[in-house]
T-cell receptor, first 118, second 117 residues
Framework: AQKITQTQPGMFVQEKEAVTLDCTYD???????LFWYKQPSSGEMIFLIY??????QNATEGRYSLNFQKARKSANLVISASQLGDSAMYFC???????????????FGAGTILRVKS | GAGVSQSPRYKVTKRGQDVALRCDPI?????LYWYRQALGQGPEFLTY????????KSGLPNDRFSAERPEGSISTLTIQRTEQRDSAMYRC???????????????FGAGTRLSVL
């Protein structure tokens, strides 16, 4: 079974509008972390936001927020007020197990390409 | 340095040659990770180190792949007798790996694009 599923291969959004990128995950471990990374056309991998499985509130970082629904095992990324520079590939990733226990490797989804239209 | 540095950025080699990819992590970061990313896909874990100790090498695809981090800082990923299927982006990441930092965010380098002809 896929650990991380990103069902939207590509998304379009109008500049200044909000967009939600979907991510569902599969784990039986009660302790895990969820991450979103941005990969622009230049090829870098830029960390955006983190959500821990025990965090009570949804994570927010500037225009990025994470809609964390634990029972549904989803961790959708919401980008508000989209900008042209948001056009990129976005990856959802998970780290299973308590901090440090399983080596902290990240498992990534296949990614979603976001295109912001002017 | 300010970020994770990888060299070379691009490497073209002929099938059967050995290649060595270098990663210089963020100064002070304890953990170092190697991932491989095929075109249009997410990165896949290869191996990781805490200091100089290789903690997990379960993602290395076969014994042609090896990695070392002898002094707990710079790491080298070596691929022997390269094959065309080894062509990919190889990414390195580093993190602090302290017990009080539950997030353990991994910061990635720009990667090395390997092409095996």
């Amino acid at each position: 079974a896929q650990k991380i599923t990103q069902t939207q291969p590509g998304m379009f959004v109008q500049e200044k509008e909000a967009v939600t990128l979907d991510c569902t995950y599969d784990t039986s471990d009660p302790s895990y972390g969820l991450f979103w990374y941005k990969q622009p056309s230049s090829g870098e991998m830029i960390f955006l936001i983190y959500q821990g499985s025990y965090d009570q509130q949804n994570a927010t970082e500037g225009r990025y927020s994470l809609n964390f629904q634990k029972a549904r095992k989803s961790a959708n990324l919401v980008i508000s007020a989209s900008q042209l520079g948001d056009s990129a590939m976005y990856f959802c990733a998970m780290r299973e197990g308590p901090f440090g226990e399983y080596g902290n490797k990240l498992v990534f989804g296949a990614g979603t390409i976001l295109r912001v239209k002017s | 340095g300010a970020g994770v540095s990888q060299s070379p950025r691009y490497k073209v080699t002929k099938r059967g040659q050995d290649v060595a990819l270098r990663c210089d992590p963020i100064s002070g970061h304890v953990s170092l990770y190697w991932y491989r990313q095929a075109l249009g896909q997410g990165p896949e874990f290869l191996t990781y180190f805490n200091y100089e100790a290789q903690q997990d090498k379960s993602g290395l695809p076969n014994d042609r792949f090896s990695a070392e981090r002898p002094e707990g800082s710079i790491s080298t990923l070596t691929i022997q007798r390269t094959e065309q299927r080894d062509s990919a982006m190889y990414r390195c990441a580093s993190s602090l790996e302290r017990q009080d930092l539950a997030k353990n965010i991994q910061y990635f380098g720009a990667g090395t694009r390997l092409s095996v002809l």
